[in-house]
């Protein structure tokens, strides 16, 4: 399946999220064209999509810290 927004792939978590917020706004606005709102909400969707990919990357990159009884440390995955 084609990517229809291949701008979003580029996006930080932090870009996506605040344009995703724009566009909750003005789909709860009720002030757009039928045709305007689904093309938002499909971006909509799109971005949220790519918040909770990046999301979930995040979490695989989290790890704990390990204290040894010999006060050396070491970090492994976090055990979710």
Known sequence: MENK???IEKMSFE???KEL???VRKLESG???LE???NEYERGTALKEHCDKKLREATLKVEKIIKHP???LK???LDL
């Open 75 to 77: 970090t492994e995955p």
């Open 70 to 72: 010999d006060k050396s």
């Open 31 to 33: 002030q757009q064209e």
């Open 5 to 7: 927004f291949p701008d």
């Open 15 to 17: 870009q996506a999220l």
């Open 36 to 38: 305007t709102s689904i």
């Open 21 to 23: 917020e724009v566009i």
